[in-house]
């Protein structure tokens, strides 16, 4: 193109004030390669005028910046021509150029003057139209970061939801198997309370009518409890086992009140304490009285159990009464096996969870020389038992057999004598094994013992 450099030097100067106002941004606006040996300088000078028009005429993105804040009243007609292109742009340009005046030597003064006020003029406009152009890029880069931190933030709740996500896939995992486990208990509920309900009811003898007649052995009474029942109501597991012990101790009170009674009537018996009194007359006493025996067929009475009294200053369900409790070395602790793991590792599967709660009784048991059974559901989970292992006793429920059966059968065959401790926050063994003279404690207060 036939146009001279120094009728495009409007626009040519507007080129060179935005690529140096770029340079000096923070962050910096990358300048044109070729513009880069002229940024120091304070104006345009006349040997950087071909260069810059290159860079604009090559590089179409800087020409559009230029072109954006380049108006007509700033750079003239024929550099808004050069910068915006409209359609036709080259012929109206051409003919600007040839009506443009050339310049004669070294001017008038005069001539000299308004051109260094126009430049001035032009100057001024320059720095209002970049002082602008400055603030609009302050505010996107203030809305870049914006958007960064927000970025960050969304990454970050991203991460929290995944983690919360694998969290919730654990915890459904853990829910499904103890959904199994409770249908599996179900169905074995189910199957009992089918066969108590076909059990057929034995025939029920009436003893002939007796002042001697002894009360049935205690053995045969809960078979009258379950006989007493119609052939096709099901009895719970539960309240046979209840009547089948009320029947048990009034059996055992009939059977001392008759070898009172026989005592009294034969005179072949008496109790201890009266024959050690002195006679009045030493002479009548030949030979010592035989020993008191129960009557044929009446079982000798047993004692109940008696719970553990806590001594003067400890309360009950507090964690010093639950250690005082727990330590006891004659005492026999009765563990509710996943009544407890489960509390205590709630995240873990079942057999990490068996094996940190046998860790834990493991400890308790060498450390207070304490007799631990630990009982859990399910026959075909196989032994867990380990060489260094050796103080805790590990029994699984057989098929069909719920666990908390097991802990009842374990604390009815413990002897009479001997405290027995049930660890379980189960409501109703609680309950059962409390009536027959054990104690409690919680699955909370055995953690917190074990662990302290």
């Known amino acids: 193109m036939g146009v001279p450099d120094d009728v495009l030097r409007p626009g040519l100067e507007v080129a060179f004030v935005l690529a140096v106002v770029g340079a000096r941004q923070r962050p910096p606006i990358t300048p044109p390669a070729a513009l880069r040996p002229f940024l120091n300088f304070q104006k345009l000078p006349n040997a950087a005028l071909a260069p810059v028009r290159k860079v604009v005429e090559e590089d179409d993105a800087f020409r559009a910046r230029v072109a954006a804040v380049a108006t007509e009243e700033v750079v003239q007609r024929p550099s808004w021509l050069w910068l915006h292109r409209p359609e036709g742009w080259e012929e109206e340009l051409a003919t600007l150029a040839e009506a443009v005046p050339e310049p004669d030597g070294q001017g008038s003064p005069k001539a000299q003057a308004r051109r260094a006020e126009a430049a001035e003029a032009k100057v001024r406009r320059l720095s209002s139209e970049l002082a602008a152009l400055k603030d ?92 007493a029942a119609p052939p096709d109501a099901p009895l719970p597991r539960k309240a046979v086992d209840a009547l089948g012990s009320a029947a048990s101790a009034a059996a055992a009170l009939a059977a001392s009140l008759q070898d009172l009674a026989d005592s009294f009537d034969h005179g072949s018996t008496v109790p ?117 292992r050796r103080r805790v006793a590990v029994r699984f429920s057989p098929a069909a057999v719920l666990a908390d059966d097991v802990i009842r059968e374990i604390v009815a065959g413990l002897p009479p004598s001997d405290p027995v401790i049930v660890v379980t926050n189960d409501r109703a063994v609680a309950h059962d094994v409390r009536a027959v003279g054990a104690n409690v404690v919680t699955s909370d207060g055995l953690l917190a013992v074990a662990r302290r």
């Open 136 to 227: 609009e890029v302050d505010r996107a880069q203030d809305g870049r970061q914006r958007a960064e931190r927000e970025l960050a933030k969304m990454k970050a709740r991203s991460e929290e939801l995944e983690r919360s996500a694998a969290r919730s896939r654990q915890k459904a995992g853990h829910a499904i198997a103890l959904l199994a486990e409770a249908q599996q208990a179900a169905e074995a509920a189910r199957a009992e309370a089918e066969e108590l309900r076909r059990r057929p009811a034995p025939p029920v003898e009436t003893p002939p009518a007796s002042v001697d007649t002894a009360p049935p052995p205690v053995d045969s009474v809960p078979s009258l409890v379950e006989a």
């Open 272 to 388: 201890d304490t009266a024959a050690a009194l002195p006679s009045a007359n030493h002479a009548d006493v030949a030979e010592p009285l035989p020993e008191a025996r129960p009557a044929d067929g009446v079982p000798a009475y047993t004692a109940p159990r008696r719970a553990l009294r806590l001594p003067r200053g400890l309360h009950l369900n507090t964690q010093e009464a639950d250690a005082w409790l727990l330590t006891q070395a004659e005492a026999t602790v009765v563990v509710d096996g996943y009544n407890v793991a489960k509390l205590g590792w709630p995240d873990a599967v079942l057999a990490d969870q068996r094996e940190r709660l046998l860790d834990v009784l493991d400890d308790l048991a060498c450390r207070y020389a304490t007799t631990v059974q630990v009982v859990f559901d399910g026959a075909d989970v196989g032994p867990v038992r380990s060489p260094r």
